[in-house]
């Protein structure tokens, strides 16, 4: 009995561990790449976060909804989530490897916006580029959604709080210190150190995910009761969606949430090169480490007081953090002032990091027994959220600037719109009841079984 509870609790810490991999190659691609193919290589700010939104495209699609499915009614080899972890692993590892030597074959670098659509659809470094970014997507979807799913089979509702935490937390403080190290590794910059980079980080992420999944999941592990019961189709999820009115505000809830927690998050590197005019090494060093240390700090403080300031409250405190941040960001970009900046990146870090773990833990518990289902069917929403969020705010990017000639009126539009996605969000918390979705999702899952059997 108690080799069995120290088995199960280092299975947990193990599983915390699964995100640091996906820290590592996410801080890459949204921070260091990022910011080289919008300053070094000149691609239009449109194009850059269109290509790194792909990413979200396939789970619009379905993506997630399907991976959620098909680990809750098939196995494989007597696994029912590993499996999909790994296929999507070994996607985002070896397309990440291959994106930074793909960035550099674009041509369309320097394009004046009123030429840059034609030139999209005929400049073949793009394309391949576009595909690297899709495959990276794919195997993203795939592996957080099974791996979502493989933590509601395993953690208790009393810890799902604490091992969510955990796991953001990790992801976040390696995101920070890979970064940190990215920094000081390009603060002599060529492109053979950027695709270095790549490569070796692409190989301690598969490491790290290998070590943290493989011989969690038990072979064969019976179904417990209401879990798998259903398994929707990507158009019945639709059909649920649309048909139970718990079920979409909650879903538009969270896609208000994600939309407001991410949109800026392609968007910090570049602002420093633009608007303060800082090198590859001294972005890379200042934005992920100040504002997602604070961020890492309240992820973990967070997840362990969820239990007793609830996830509703702890939601609705770090939106107001984030709203007086992006306020003082707005205020940093006129004044350019580096140590105001790092004040502002301090308190916006605040609000990310209780926001993010409160509305993340909603989510995974807000699955009425039906984790593949649900957990897929709000991802779509974050997904879309995320996607409509990072190409939104290349396209204000570009066309503010082409308007005004200041990027300053650029990026503050867009913390404006966080703002305000950030006060959406606060206002429709209170309303949102685990209660009536549980209700609400027992009759229509009902329905939509009877209407299959008919």
């Known amino acids: 009995m108690f080799s069995f509870i120290v088995m199960k609790k280092l299975n947990l810490i193990?599983?915390?561990?699964?995100?640091?991999?996906?820290?590592?190659?996410?801080?890459?691609?949204?921070?260091?790449?990022?910011?080289?193919?919008?300053?070094?290589?000149?691609?239009?700010?449109?194009?850059?976060?269109?290509?790194?939104?792909?990413?979200?495209l396939l789970a619009i699609f379905g993506v997630k909804v399907w991976a959620g499915n098909m680990s809750?009614?098939?196995?494989?080899?007597?696994?029912?989530?590993?499996?999909?972890?790994?296929?999507?692993?070994?996607?985002?590892?070896?397309?990440?490897?291959?994106?930074?030597?793909?960035?550099?074959?674009?041509?369309?670098?320097?394009?004046?916006?009123?030429a840059l659509f034609p030139a999209i659809f005929t400049d073949i470094g793009l394309l391949k580029l576009s595909l690297i970014f899709l495959v990276f997507?794919?195997?993203?979807?795939?592996?957080?959604?099974?791996?979502?799913?493989?933590?509601?089979?395993?953690?208790?509702?009393?810890?799902?709080?604490?091992?969510t935490g955990a796991s953001w937390t990790l992801m976040v403080l390696t995101t920070i210190v890979s970064t940190r190290i990215v920094g000081s590794f390009l603060d002599v910059f060529t492109p053979e150190r950027l695709i270095t980079v790549a490569e070796v980080g692409g190989l301690i992420a598969l490491g790290i995910g290998l070590v943290a999944v493989v011989g969690v999941e038990q072979r064969n592990a019976?179904?417990?009761?209401?879990?798998?019961?259903?398994?929707?189709?990507?158009?019945?999820?639709?059909?649920?969606?649309s048909s139970s009115p718990k079920t979409l505000f909650f879903a538009s809830y969270i896609f208000?949430?994600?939309?407001?927690?991410?949109?800026?998050?392609?968007?910090?590197?570049?602002?420093?090169?633009?608007?303060?005019?800082?090198?590859?090494?001294?972005?890379?060093?200042?934005?992920?480490?100040?504002?997602?240390?604070?961020?890492?700090?309240?992820?973990?403080?967070?997840?362990?007081?969820?239990?007793?300031?609830?996830?509703?409250?702890?939601?609705?405190?770090?939106?107001?953090f984030c709203i007086a941040g992006f306020g003082l960001l707005i205020a940093a970009a006129f004044i350019r002032d580096?140590?105001?900046?790092?004040?502002?990146?301090?308190?916006?870090?605040?609000?990310?990091?209780?926001?993010s773990v409160a509305n993340i833990s909603m989510m995974m518990s807000m699955t009425a027994g039906r984790s593949g289902v649900y957990i897929g069917l709000w991802g779509t929403a974050q997904s879309l959220a995320i996607f409509i969020g990072h190409l939104?705010?290349?396209?204000?990017?570009?066309?503010?600037?082409?308007?005004?000639?200041?990027?300053?009126?650029?990026?503050?539009?867009?913390?404006?719109?966080?703002?305000?996605?950030?006060?959406?969000?606060?206002?429709?918390?209170?309303?949102?009841?685990?209660?009536?979705?549980?209700?609400e999702s027992e009759a229509k899952m009902a329905e939509l079984a009877l209407a299959n059997k008919g």
């Open 256 to 320: 208000i949430s994600i939309f407001a927690l991410f949109a800026n998050e392609i968007v910090m590197d570049p602002f420093g090169a633009h608007v303060f005019g800082m090198s590859v090494g001294t972005t890379t060093k200042l934005f992920r480490p100040t504002m997602g240390g604070t961020q890492l700090l309240l992820m973990l403080i967070t997840g362990f007081l969820l239990g007793r300031i609830g996830q509703k409250r702890g939601a609705l405190l770090g939106n107001l």
């Open 338 to 355: 580096v140590q105001f900046l790092r004040m502002a990146l301090v308190v916006t870090g605040i609000g990310l990091g209780a926001s």
């Open 137 to 163: 997507g794919f195997g993203l979807q795939v592996a957080t959604t099974a791996y979502y799913a493989l933590l509601a089979d395993t953690v208790g509702e009393d810890n799902i709080g604490k091992v």
């Open 222 to 241: 019976e179904v417990k009761e209401g879990k798998g019961k259903h398994a929707l189709s990507f158009a019945q999820s639709l059909q649920l969606l």
């Open 14 to 56: 193990r599983l915390s561990l699964f995100q640091m991999g996906f820290g590592i190659m996410l801080g890459f691609l949204l921070d260091t790449l990022n910011r080289v193919m919008t300053t070094e290589l000149r691609i239009s700010a449109t194009i850059v976060f269109g290509l790194i939104s792909l990413k979200e």
């Open 392 to 439: 939104g705010a290349g396209i204000i990017i570009d066309v503010v600037y082409h308007v005004t000639g200041e990027y300053v009126w650029a990026y503050v539009s867009i913390f404006v719109m966080e703002i305000i996605a950030f006060t959406i969000a606060s206002l429709m918390i209170s309303h949102v009841s685990k209660e009536a979705f549980e209700v």
């Open 72 to 114: 809750d009614r098939s196995q494989i080899f007597g696994l029912k989530r590993t499996p999909y972890i790994l296929l999507g692993l070994l996607c985002c590892v070896f397309s990440f490897m291959l994106a930074p030597a793909a960035a550099y074959e674009v041509q369309v670098g320097g394009a004046e916006l009123s």
